[in-house]
């Protein structure tokens, strides 16, 4: 446990904040779809520019998120993880600082939160070289895109499909 703790102090001193100085009281919990202005590279960290808008997935403000409150069980595992919102405000910062690579990366990350784990790495087990058909990854396409809404993904295994099949890595090629 002491690694543990010595990890978390770490980030929050990173973060310039320890469970000592944060009171826990709740915020209002805005999503990408709210009225912000368009955030800037000068927006960047989120955590410390604007605490507001980051946000557990249970909506848990960076204050509430301490040891102790881990330790009582009032903040979950869960709400240890990035949102959707927050990694497409990330994606705005990235954009604006010209790292479109970036955003790209955290648009696709963004859409992978709403895959449950186990799903998305048996969906990354099957971009594996000679692990899947053509017609496998394209079923996975349309799985991301028609359940999951995840149109960046869905096109990257598509593109994965065509490539595969170019350069003889689908499965049964081998």
């Not at 409150?69 to 010209?98: C, H, M, Y």
């Given at each position: 446990?002491?690694?543990?703790?010595?990890?978390?102090?770490?980030?929050?001193?990173?973060?310039?904040?320890s469970?000592s100085?944060?009171?826990?009281?709740?915020?209002?919990?805005?999503?990408?779809?709210?009225?912000?202005?368009?955030?800037?590279?000068?927006?960047?960290?989120?955590?410390?520019?604007?605490p507001?808008?980051v946000?557990?997935?249970?909506?848990?403000?960076?204050d509430?998120i301490?040891?102790?409150?881990?330790?009582?069980?009032?903040?979950k595992?869960?709400?240890l993880?990035?949102?959707?919102?927050?990694l497409?405000l990330?994606?705005e910062?990235?954009?604006?600082?010209?790292?479109?690579?970036?955003?790209?990366?955290?648009q696709?990350?963004?859409?992978?939160?709403?895959i449950?784990?186990?799903?998305?790495?048996?969906?990354?087990?099957?971009?594996?070289?000679?692990?899947?058909t053509?017609?496998?990854l394209?079923?996975?396409?349309?799985?991301l895109?028609?359940?999951?809404?995840?149109?960046?993904?869905?096109?990257?295994?598509?593109?994965?499909?065509?490539?595969?099949?170019?350069?003889?890595?689908?499965?049964?090629?081998?």
């Amino acid at each position: 446990m002491s690694e543990i703790d010595d990890l978390v102090s770490k980030i929050m001193s990173q973060m310039g904040q320890s469970s000592s100085e944060k009171s826990g009281t709740a915020t209002t919990i805005p999503t990408s779809d709210d009225n912000h202005s368009a955030l800037t590279a000068k927006d960047y960290p989120l955590y410390s520019k604007h605490p507001e808008l980051v946000h557990s997935p249970s909506g848990k403000s960076l204050d509430e998120i301490t040891i102790d409150n881990l330790l009582s069980e009032k903040v979950k595992l869960n709400d240890l993880r990035i949102t959707t919102d927050t990694l497409r405000l990330q994606g705005e910062v990235a954009a604006d600082a010209g790292r479109s690579a970036v955003q790209r990366n955290l648009q696709r990350a963004a859409e992978l939160t709403k895959i449950p784990d186990d799903r998305v790495l048996e969906m990354y087990n099957a971009l594996r070289p000679y692990r899947s058909t053509k017609q496998e990854l394209f079923d996975i396409a349309t799985e991301l895109r028609d359940k999951y809404n995840a149109t960046i993904c869905a096109g990257w295994f598509e593109e994965a499909a065509a490539n595969y099949e170019a350069r003889k890595k689908l499965k049964g090629d081998n």
